[in-house]
């Protein structure tokens, strides 16, 4: 299933709209990377709303895509990690550490202009 | 038909083929026939009934007044149950009177005592009719005892399963109670937690508080844990994933008011709580948030 990427300014909007399989999260992950290296984009807000479950391999591959985007010069923020989600994820300890979180798209975009604004 | 009267106790022909037609009776008619007479002397039962648990001095909670209108129902309920057999209306006779008195603070005890002196009285009364008649008395209590014990087994249950029902409800109202989210400024959330938390109520606090993160929009959060007297390496844990999920939802928490007990038993366990924020007291951690946050707080100029 292909995941829409949408180009913001200078930031790429990526929405999960259903449970992905393996091959799908790592298509996202190489189809990311593309986007950022030809839109030249600051940062990258992947949305898992519409996701009731996160795995393990769905962790990890969240993780690379960050890693990945920040070898780049652009921050990554996960947004819409749903309660029920979250606690399931801590309790499996999947911990997505070192990957920037905000509550919605909202909050993402906002933590992103805070971040690419920089120390004045 | 004459009779030869050699033995005072022998009895004639006709007496023993009415005795034996009293022996083939089946068991329903000899309930109605008891039910009958419960019901012919009723109010004298019932006063018997009533003043026996006087004596016993069970039910003070409640008026002498208030005790005889519950016998009333309590007799004709029992009656009933004896008479079809059936025992739903009684359940919820029961759990209905249950309702009543347990916040009277009637006890098991006490019900389950008058169900059995009123059990007694009737059987007495059953004793005092059949007398003349073991024979007959033993067919009439063959019928009578085992609605009676199941009588009081259902009045006793259901006053059991209502008490155990009013004490989850409570236990619930006291979960609740403790464990408010509390929004203090835009975006900000305070947990005060105290007492003791078992796993359940972790479970519950966390579920509660990530709920609020969601509902508030909340970017930082306060958890006191002032109030909480005692903390084991499963509690820690708790309050550390309580921290990893709340940031998942982009919020950070402060952890405020470790006792110094709390502190060193925390060292000690060697749980990590390094990645944790903590402050001291909770005017400290709502500082920090503000300061988090974008706020100053300042004095007014006095003028």
């Known amino acids: 299933m292909e995941v829409p990427i949408l180009k913001q300014g200078d930031f790429l909007i990526a929405t999960i709209q259903a449970a992905l399989t393996d091959a799908d999260l790592l298509h996202l992950r190489t189809a990311l990377l593309q986007q950022v290296v030809r839109c030249r984009s600051r940062g990258v807000i992947v949305d898992v709303t519409s996701l009731d479950v996160m795995d393990s391999f769905a962790s990890r591959t969240l993780r690379e895509i960050a890693q990945m985007i920040h070898l780049r010069g652009a921050e ?17 300890g999947l911990k997505l550490e070192d990957v920037a979180t905000a509550l919605d798209l909202e909050e993402g975009l906002a933590h992103l202009k805070q971040k690419s604004e920089g120390p004045a | 038909m004459a009779r030869i009267d050699t033995d005072p106790n022998s009895t004639s022909v006709e007496e023993e083929y ?26 004298q039962l019932r006063e018997e009934w009533a003043r026996r648990i006087t004596e016993a001095k069970v039910l003070t909670a409640m008026t002498k007044d208030e005790v005889f209108a519950e016998a009333t129902s309590v007799y004709d309920n029992y009656v009933e149950a004896l008479e079809t057999g059936t025992f739903e209306a009684l359940q919820a006779y029961a759990r209905n009177l249950s309702e009543r008195i347990i916040p009277r603070g009637v006890e098991t005890h006490e019900v ?79 947990l005060p937690i105290i ?15 990530l709920r609020g993160i969601r509902t508030n929009r909340a970017k930082v959060v306060v958890i006191d844990i002032t109030g909480v007297a005692a903390m084991d390496a499963t509690v820690a844990n708790h309050l550390v994933q309580t921290v990893e999920a709340s940031r998942l939802l982009g919020a950070t928490v402060i952890v405020t008011g470790l006792s110094p007990e709390i502190a060193q038993t925390i060292v000690n366990i060697g749980v990590d709580l390094g990645k944790m924020n903590t402050v001291g007291d909770l005017q400290g951690g709502i500082e920090q948030a503000e300061r988090l946050l974008g706020y100053k707080v300042v004095p007014l100029e006095a003028s």
Not at chain 1, 76 to 92: D, R, S, Y
Not at chain 2, 118 to 144: E, G, H, M, P, W
Not at chain 2, 170 to 178: D, G, K, P, T, V
């Open chain 1, 76 to 92: 990554t923020v996960i947004v819409g990690i749903q309660p029920e989600v979250a606690f399931a994820m801590v309790q499996l």
């Open chain 2, 18 to 43: 009415s005795r034996s037609a009293e022996h083939t009776k089946p068991a329903s008619v000899l309930l109605r026939e008891l039910v009958a007479h419960l019901r012919e002397h009723r109010t």
């Open chain 2, 112 to 190: 389950v005592g008058i169900v059995l002196l009123l059990r007694d009285v009737l059987a007495r009364s059953l004793f005092a009719k059949y007398q003349t008649d073991f024979t007959k008395l033993n067919r009439i209590l063959d019928a009578y005892e085992p609605a009676a014990n199941r009588i009081a087994n259902t009045v006793a249950v259901g006053f059991v399963q209502e008490r155990e029902r009013i004490i989850r409800e409570q236990q619930e109202a006291i979960r609740e109670l403790s464990t408010p989210v509390l929004q203090v400024r835009e975006r900000l959330l305070i």
């Open chain 2, 195 to 209: 007492g003791v938390i078992d796993p359940q109520r972790a479970r519950q606090l966390t579920e509660q508080l």
